[in-house]
């Protein structure tokens, strides 16, 4: 059925990924180790899909998950994941440029 349909549409595929490590300590001249006082890792993904249908519509894919470990047992491990489809529809319109005039029918120039 579809087997003679080619398609020129332009694809992007992005993945956005970031590790941020955070930690606090406390040194005392008793205690030989430092203390982690607060602090986590935080890991988070986001990978994207684009296409562009025409040149009004653009459909993107997306998923966004982000993870959070933390070094102190005063909260818990958190994971947040978002996911879903947008669509855009894109609107050009002519403009003059500064210091250009439109002529109308029969009317002349200034």
Known sequence: MFSGVKLNNDRNFRLDFALNDRKTVIYRPDVADAEV???????SYRPSIDYV???????????????????????FDTAFSNFGTSLRFTLQFATFGYGQRSVLPGKAAV
Do not use: E, M, V
């Open 37 to 43: 006082s607060s602090g986590a890792k935080n890991i």
């Open 53 to 75: 249908l025409n040149q009004r519509f653009n459909i993107r894919l997306f998923y966004d998950g982000n993870i959070i470990k933390p070094y102190t047992s005063q909260t």
